[in-house]
């Protein structure tokens, strides 16, 4: 089964300082995602990535920065974070070479900014 | 990349078949259906995927109508297990990313 794994599960952090969400998957996927999700709506993509070294912009990448430093690790950075920030992010890693449309996802990491 | 529409929600007892409709009625020919569910605290779960006509495996089947503009997804005897949010996502296979909308909610009652 492939797993991916989140930390931290939960964060509190305060206005204004440094957040990193660090998502790592042992499926040797070449695709990674960060989205957010908010009370009563579907998953919203952040940033994505093809592989190590590249980012790219999801659809709300304003506020946010990704790194992949690794096939297995893909961040997401809140250099300056706000109070519209809290949400659960959840990554996820998938392969489209022979695309199934199976990405699997971690279980979330929930942030609250006050 | 095709909009789709589902219901909010839906009800349903254990026992019961469940039948999930999904419209994407500009759906392009490159494009590929997906289902996903996502139960409370979780990250969404692969359900199935189809192209077109008939889909099953061990959890549920996909049917898809003749023009591709609709597709159901059936559960058979759901249980108190099932009850999530179930997902209708329609992107070209190799596509950029799985954009999810807000997706049916399907209340399961003992």
């Known amino acids: 089964e492939a797993a991916v794994t989140q930390s931290p599960r939960n964060k509190v952090a305060v206005t204004g300082g440094k957040v990193t969400l660090s998502c790592n998957q042992t499926?040797?996927?070449?695709?990674m995602y960060w989205y957010r999700q908010d009370t009563g709506h579907g998953l919203r993509l952040i940033h994505y990535?093809?592989?190590?070294?590249?980012?790219e912009k999801g659809d709300i990448p304003d506020g946010y920065k990704a790194s992949r430093p690794s096939q297995e690790n893909f961040s997401l950075i809140l250099e300056l974070a706000t109070p519209s920030q809290t949400s659960v992010y959840f990554c996820?890693?998938?392969?489209?070479?022979?695309?199934?449309?199976?990405?699997?996802f971690g279980e979330g990491s929930k942030l609250t900014v006050l | 990349l095709a909009k789709t529409t589902q219901p909010p929600s839906m009800e349903a007892y254990e026992g019961q078949e469940v039948n999930v409709s999904c419209s994407h009625t500009?759906?392009?020919?490159?494009?590929?259906i997906y289902w996903y569910r996502q139960v409370p605290h979780q990250g969404p779960q692969f359900i199935i995927q189809?192209?077109?006509d008939y889909v099953v495996n061990e959890v549920a089947s996909l049917f898809i109508s003749a023009d591709r503009k609709l597709s159901t997804l059936s559960l058979p005897w759901v249980s108190l297990r099932d009850a999530a949010v179930y997902y209708c996502?329609?992107?070209?296979?190799?596509?950029?990313?799985?954009?999810f909308g807000t997706g049916t909610t399907v209340s399961v009652s003992p």
């Open positions: 996820a890693s998938g392969d489209w070479g022979g695309f199934t449309g199976q990405l699997y």
């Open positions: 499926n040797n996927h070449n695709n």
């Open positions: 990535s093809y592989g190590a070294g590249s980012t």
């Open positions: 500009n759906i392009a020919t490159s494009e590929y």
């Open positions: 189809g192209y077109k």
């Open positions: 996502i329609v992107t070209p296979q190799g596509g950029r990313a799985l954009i």
